[in-house]
Structure formats: structure tokens, C-alpha cells
């Protein structure tokens, strides 16, 4: 069995984008290129097809694709200094597909449509002025970006239109049955190129062809040498951002809320885990879990017995999106207590702490990293990681 896995080449130059933050490489794009390839290349080694995504470039938006419909206003030379530059380095490299993104680029589509739509975007430049010849695959055409603007049979219609190979409908066989029976009927009256549309029958097909046998089982997929390399993976990114002065002391207070889903495309809500509470099952002192977005109420609550704590830990999660999580850290930091600020998913949360407050990135809010945060919360584990982003 083959899987379609996409490499994320999206520049993140936006703090506040709500949809890649940590799914991206960095905020720099040879970065992003560097490790993009790589893993693109370690996935066509085991077999595994690939596609970069979400062509031109998802990093600097501040609206989720999945729920609205984002615009980009750089010029053409910015793209291709900075979304651009990644994308170009892995098709040289030799990738074998590239899935689109549902984005105004107003520099290179006037006519207002987003990229996965645009003939100017797929065709003009994607194949023909950055040479790129493999399987173009387009997001979800169920999209809020498609369909709550253009619909999503129309949208596949014109994805087919402007050159995309391969349209997914990922949940709705009803939504996928008309979008077929659309794009047939646009073949039959030739407003899509039968010829074109027989190239990409083609293409996929000898995409399939060249697939080797997968090196790996599926059956040996999260096994013991698996589940290592992640606990390593996890280890070494854990990143110490300011390193002020702190000690948990005797009786620390840990406060954050419940995991749960900070996008259309992360784990789903799981209330099962409690930064705070794992914290204190980890290292004792006391434990409060807060409100996604805590309120001015909720914040004079948590903080209301700090008086009796040696410290104070903070864990965040997506803050900027749920700025009464930074507040919480804003007013524990003025309490004269020593203060950590943990951010569990974008390190972006930590770029306007108070410098008398120790800042820890974590990038990952699972069981498996609450471990590796609570030894380095006392002391017992120096963090090696470096941020794949500027702080600003």
C-alpha cells in the first residue's frame, strides 16, 4: 500500500497564521526548503508518494483556508524570494507532486480566483515558468474557501480548468458524485481540454506505475524503534527561549488549560490531558485547569492563592488565537512570583513575556512531551533545542 504524504513548504512568516504555525519548518525558506526535501526524499526512499503543499504558499495568512478565504497581496518578486523559493528547490530536486492551496495571490491571479482555481497560478506558473511536470493535486475542494465562496462542484470544474491533475472531495460521495458528473459534462461540451484531461489521466497513472514496493510494513508502523525515535525527536526539540532565573521551589502552582483542537487540521479536543494536572502528578505543588480563553474572572481565580506558591508555571496553547491565555502569563509575571511560561504548540506565545520570565518552547502539546518539560522545569535536563522561528 501507497499513502499520499505532503511535506509542508509553507514559509510561516505570519505569527499569527491560525492554520501552519508549527506544521511549517521555519520562517526561513532555505530552512523550510532544506527540510522539506529531506523529508520528500525519505518518503520516496520507503516508497511512499509525496506531495509539497499548499502551493504558492500558506505561511503569511492570518485566515484559515479550511473555514475562510485568505488573501495574499505580495508582489511576484516577494513570492519568489520567500512562499516560492522552497517549492522551487524541491521540484529541482525531483518531486513527484504538489498540492495547491485555496489562496487569493492578487499579484498572480487578477481575476480574483484562488490558486487551486486560477489557470494563471497551475499552469502558467507552476508548470510552465517553474518547470515543474508531476502530479498537481488540489486541497479538499469542501474547503469553506471554495465551497462557501465558489461551491464546491464549480471549484473542481475550474481546478480541472486551470490544470490541476488530481481534485479531491474528501467527504461527501453526494459533493463527489456532481463534481464528476459536472467536470463530464465540461468535457463534453469542451470547456475543459480533452486532451489535457487525457494527459492527466496519464500522469496518474504512471505515478501509480513508478511507485516501488513500500520498504515498510504497515503493520510494523508505531513500533518500539518507531516510538524511540520520536521520544528522541521530542528530547532534542525542546527549547529553553529565555533562560531568567527560576526554581519551582516547594510548592509550585501550574495552571493551563485542556488540550483541544487550535485547528481544522490538528488532534481533535482531548480532555483527558491537563498540562497543569500532569505537571503535579510530575513534580506535586498544586494545579488548576483553565478555560480555553480565560476571562478577566477566571484569570482572578487561578491567581487568586499565588501568594502561597514558591512558582508559577504557565502552559499555552495557540495563545495568540486565545489571547486570555497570554493575559494569565502577563498578570502572574506582575505578582513578583518566579514565573515560566511553557508554549506547548506555536512558540509564538511567548514573544511578548516580561524578560524576568523563564520561556520554554515545546511544540507539542502530548503525553509524550510532558516528561521531557517536567525535567527540564526541575532542573534535571538541559534543553538543546534551537527556534525555527524569530521571535518579534
Known amino acids: 500500500v501507497n499513502f499520499n504524504l505532503a511535506p509542508v513548504m509553507d514559509v510561516n512568516s505570519n505569527p499569527n497564521n491560525p492554520v501552519i504555525g508549527v506544521r511549517s519548518y521555519g520562517d526561513d525558506p532555505a530552512q523550510v526548503a532544506r527540510y522539506g526535501i529531506a523529508m520528500a526524499q525519505g518518503l520516496m526512499e520507503g516508497g511512499v ?12 495568512t492570518a485566515v484559515d483556508s479550511h473555514l ?30 504538489v498540492m495547491t492551496t485555496h489562496i487569493l495571490f492578487s499579484s498572480l491571479e487578477p481575476d480574483g480566483v484562488p490558486a487551486t482555481m486560477s489557470r494563471r497560478i ?34 473542481s470544474v475550474a481546478a480541472i480548468r486551470a490544470g490541476v491533475d488530481l481534485v479531491f472531495v474528501s467527504h461527501s460521495p453526494t459533493l463527489a458524485a456532481q463534481s464528476i458528473a459536472a467536470i463530464h459534462e465540461a468535457l463534453t461540451v469542451g470547456s475543459i481540454s480533452p486532451e489535457e484531461f487525457e494527459a492527466s489521466t496519464n500522469k496518474i497513472v504512471a505515478c501509480k506505475q513508478a511507485l516501488p514496493s513500500p520498504t515498510l510494513a504497515f503493520a510494523d508502523v508505531g513500533c518500539t524503534a518507531h516510538r524511540e525515535a520520536s521520544a528522541r525527536v521530542t528530547h ?4 529553553l527561549v529565555n533562560d531568567a532565573p ?17 485547528t481544522m487540521v490538528s488532534s481533535p479536543d482531548d480532555p483527558s490531558l ?16 483553565t478555560p480555553q480563553n480565560p476571562s478577566q474572572e477566571d ?22 488565537q486565545r489571547t486570555g491565555q497570554l493575559a494569565l502569563a502577563q498578570q502572574a509575571a506582575a505578582l513578583g512570583i518566579p514565573v515560566c511560561a511553557v508554549a506547548l504548540r506555536n512558540p509564538y506565545d511567548l514573544c511578548d513575556m516580561p524578560n524576568h520570565v523563564r520561556t520554554i518552547a515545546a511544540y507539542d502539546y502530548d503525553a509524550r ?18 527556534l525555527p522561528v524569530h521571535l518579534r
Open 246 to 262: 527560576f526554581a519551582l521551589g516547594k510548592r509550585p502552582l501550574f495552571l493551563g488549560c485542556y488540550r483541544f483542537r487550535p
Open 369 to 386: 512531551t510532558m516528561p521531557v518539560i517536567a525535567a527540564v522545569l526541575a532542573g534535571t535536563f538541559q534543553p538543546t533545542g534551537t
Open 274 to 289: 491537563s498540562f497543569p494536572l500532569t505537571m503535579q502528578k510530575l513534580l506535586g505543588g498544586d494545579a488548576l485547569t
Open 68 to 97: 475562510g478565504l485568505p488573501k495574499v497581496d505580495k508582489s511576484l518578486d516577494a513570492l519568489l524570494a520567500c512562499e516560492l523559493m522552497p517549492f522551487q528547490a524541491a521540484i529541482d530536486a525531483g518531486v513527484s507532486a
Open 299 to 320: 484569570i482572578t481565580t487561578a491567581l487568586s492563592a499565588a501568594a502561597e506558591h514558591t512558582s508559577i508555571v504557565i502552559g499555552t496553547y495557540n495563545g495568540r
Open 236 to 239: 532534542d526539540a525542546i527549547t
Open 122 to 155: 497551475i499552469t502558467d506558473l507552476l508548470k510552465n515558468r517553474m518547470g515543474f511536470q508531476g502530479l498537481v493535486i488540489s486541497d479538499c475542494m469542501m474547503m469553506g474557501a471554495i465551497a462557501k465562496f465558489y461551491g464546491t462542484v464549480a471549484g
Open 49 to 60: 508518494m509525496c506531495s509539497l503543499k499548499h502551493f504558492p504558499g500558506h505561511g503569511d
